[in-house]
Every structure is written in C-alpha cells, then in structure tokens.
C-alpha cells in the first residue's frame, strides 16, 4: 500500500511542478531545481510535523514511538497523510496568490 501511495504522490506531484508551476525547460523537461526545492519543502513539513506533534515522545523513547507506529488509531501511514494536507494546503496558497500577482501583472 506504501508503493502505490507513493507513486500516486510523486504522480501528482511532478504533474503539479510541470503544468501549474509552469517550471519547464523549452524542450517540455521539469526543472531539477524545482523538484529539488517541492521535494525539500515536503520533508521539512513532514519533519517539522513530526517533531512538532510529538516531541515529548521523540525525546523521551524515539525508537518506541516508531516501533508502535502500525499499531497507531490513524494508522501506519498517518505522518504522510498529515503532511500531504499540510502540503496541499500550502500549494493551494501558494497557487492563489500567485494566480492574483498574474492578474495585476
């Protein structure tokens, strides 16, 4: 169930750098700077969720609380889940003001 997660993300992903941002070379070729840069943003998210949610957990007994991930309520996938929204939250925004700044162009 990971792979098809993500693949279906990395899918939608470059699709989304290619057609919105708009980020490609004149041959049609993504930017490896663009990936690069969507791909740090999405782990520093996860990072900073992860962290930011848990932190008494990470510091007193880190590999426990990764041991017990699986047997979570939200399920094993969860921390991805999380920072899928959180991501796609800020790619909207991202999108609308940008959309706006092309407006008054």
Known sequence: MF????????SFWTTFCYHFI???DANGVLKMSVVKKELTLFVAIFFILA???????WVDHPIAHIEALPKSP???LHPLYITVSVY??????????R???KLFK
């Open 99 to 101: 959309g706006i700044m």
């Open 3 to 10: 792979f098809l997660f993500s693949s279906y993300f990395f």
């Open 74 to 76: 939200l399920g094993p």
């Open 51 to 57: 962290i930011g949610m848990h932190f008494k957990e």
């Open 22 to 24: 708009n980020q490609a």
């Open 88 to 97: 796609l939250f800020f790619l909207v925004g991202r999108l609308a003001i």
